[in-house]
């Protein structure tokens, strides 16, 4: 995949055979101020929903977040240079089945990328969106070694191992209320489930705009909506990437 020369960033699709796994592959985008060895710039994990299951590994950058970094060159707003210029987004693609059930092979993924590029392993951050959101459950369970913090959107935990696990691990959950594909008790469920093993409390608002990025560590947001579309608001929020720098392993 090409991008404009005048781009803030470079993307490759990594094609990869990995054994008795799902995926298929990942999608990586480096700004290119994290190329020059001045920085080690934090990793922005993104799983994708179900449109983009199967196919080619560089289909899922066609919509969603991966689609907002790359159809535009622009630095000019805040938000624009956290999308563009501040974290390694690492994308990976699944011909089926569920994230969470791939552990070793994000492992392997993650190593990679931190290995290859100017990244910084204490700043890895996951997130991701229906399908991608179950995993991102799923997967802050199994990992929460890994990662910094995580943020499910309009999934469920199902795929949830043990939920002390993430006793620890700042989470930011949104899901619109009225979602008719995964519904919002999903992620309530999970939000009670993980209140009810630990001392934790989230902070619940109704909107991204009102949440108190600054100090709180476990927010749930409920957006009155019956779109399962809560990753649009999500990923324009620039308060989202605020919060997420706040936390280092």
């Known amino acids: 995949m090409n991008l ?3 781009h803030p960033g470079t993307i490759r699709t990594i094609n990869k055979d990995y054994r008795n796994s799902d995926i298929d592959g990942y999608n990586l985008y480096v ?6 060895g001045t920085k080690k710039c934090p990793i922005f994990v993104f799983l994708q929903g179900g449109n ?4 080619a590994v560089e289909k899922l950058m066609k919509w969603g977040l991966p689609k907002q970094i790359l159809e535009s060159t622009s630095l ?5 240079k956290y999308i563009r210029d501040t974290f390694i987004f690492v994308m990976p693609h699944i011909d ?23 990244a910084d392993p204490k700043r890895i ?5 229906s399908r991608g959101g179950y995993g991102t459950w799923g997967l802050a369970s199994r990992m929460s070694d890994v990662f910094a913090a995580a943020a499910p959107i309009c999934g469920s935990g199902f795929g ?3 939920y002390k696990n993430m006793v620890n691990l700042p989470l930011w959950v949104s899901h619109n209320t009225g979602d008719g594909v995964v519904n919002h008790r999903g992620s309530l469920r999970a ?3 993980l209140e009810a093993v630990s001392n934790l409390t989230f902070e619940r608002t109704s909107s991204l705009s009102s949440a108190n990025y600054s100090s709180s560590e476990h927010i749930f947001t409920s957006t009155p909506s019956d779109s399962h579309n809560a990753w649009t608001e999500m990923y324009g929020e620039v308060n989202f990437y605020k919060w997420l720098l706040r936390f280092s392993k």
């Open 4 to 6: 404009a020369s005048d």
């Open 31 to 36: 700004p290119k101020s994290c190329s020059d």
């Open 52 to 55: 983009g299951v199967g196919g």
């Open 76 to 80: 000019e707003t805040e938000l624009d």
């Open 96 to 118: 089926g089945g569920q994230f969470f059930e791939n552990e070793t092979e994000m492992r392997k993924i993650l190593d990679e990328v931190v290995k290859n590029e100017n």
């Open 125 to 129: 951050y996951l997130t991701g969106l």
């Open 160 to 162: 949830v191992t043990e």
């Open 191 to 193: 939000v009670e489930k």
